[in-house]
Antibody, heavy 122, light 112 residues
């Protein structure tokens, strides 16, 4: 059974750094793109970016380029979403997703993690 | 402002049929990229509902169907049930700028 299990909720202060994780199981982790999706409180879904764990090729949404870093460690089947300096506006639920490819790096999200709630408040 | 446009809300009585539209442009749906739909029940992660315009994953009831034409797509739900009350999102790929997956703004379905 394919599963994406995310790390737990985080409460941070503005300016702090953060790293949240997403561990895949039940499939060949290195061979499927893993993406991240943001959902701010009461709002819709926003695609942030995606990584191919096999070679760490990464693509970011223009809206999130330079704001976050996406990485992966295929040896432990885990992808990461990192912030170097959090802002209050980063408060949101973050989902990791597996991309089923229809093209080189696009397709649909067939599996979703349970979400990680990040709260940034002074 | 989402790249794909959905109505903020739709409603229907149990047993009725409702449709949710998803309007794009020549750089996404109109360029031939597939449209996919997700259902987000309250307090849960989204779930894949329709992929490749009109395909249902295993376990999704045939009351849900998708279609695509030109620069738009639609999700239809027949025989509405109370448990269908949720947020629905369309998703496609946009080839403008550096290329990006894109979502619609979401539609809240209320079962009256």
């Amino acid at each position: 059974e394919v599963q994406l299990v995310q790390s737990g909720a985080e409460v941070k202060k503005p300016g702090e750094s953060l790293n949240i994780s997403c561990k895949g199981s039940g499939y060949n982790f290195a061979r499927y793109w893993i993406g991240w999706v943001r959902q701010m409180p009461g709002k819709g879904l926003e695609w942030m970016g995606i990584i191919y764990p096999g070679d760490s090729e990464t693509t970011y949404s223009p809206s999130f380029q330079g704001q976050v870093t996406i990485s992966a460690d295929k040896s432990i089947n885990t992808a990461y979403l990192q912030w170097s300096s959090l802002k209050a506006s980063d408060t949101a639920m973050y989902y990791c997703v597996r991309l089923f490819p229809l093209g080189s790096s696009y397709g649909y999200f067939d599996y979703w993690g349970q979400g990680t709630l990040v709260t940034v408040s002074s | 402002q989402s790249v794909l446009t959905q109505p903020p809300s739709v409603s229907g009585a149990p047993g009725q049929r409702v449709t949710i539209s998803c309007t794009g442009s020549s750089s996404n749906i109109g360029a031939g990229y597939d449209v996919h739909w997700y259902q987000q029940l309250p307090g849960t992660a989204p779930k894949l509902l329709i992929y490749g315009n009109d395909n249902r994953p295993l376990g999704v009831p045939d009351r849900f169907s998708g279609s695509k034409s030109g620069t738009s797509a639609s999700l239809a739900i027949t025989g509405l049930q109370a448990e269908d009350e949720a947020d629905y999102y369309c998703q496609s790929y946009d080839s403008s700028l550096s290329g990006s997956e894109v979502f619609g703004g979401g539609t809240k379905l209320t079962v009256l």
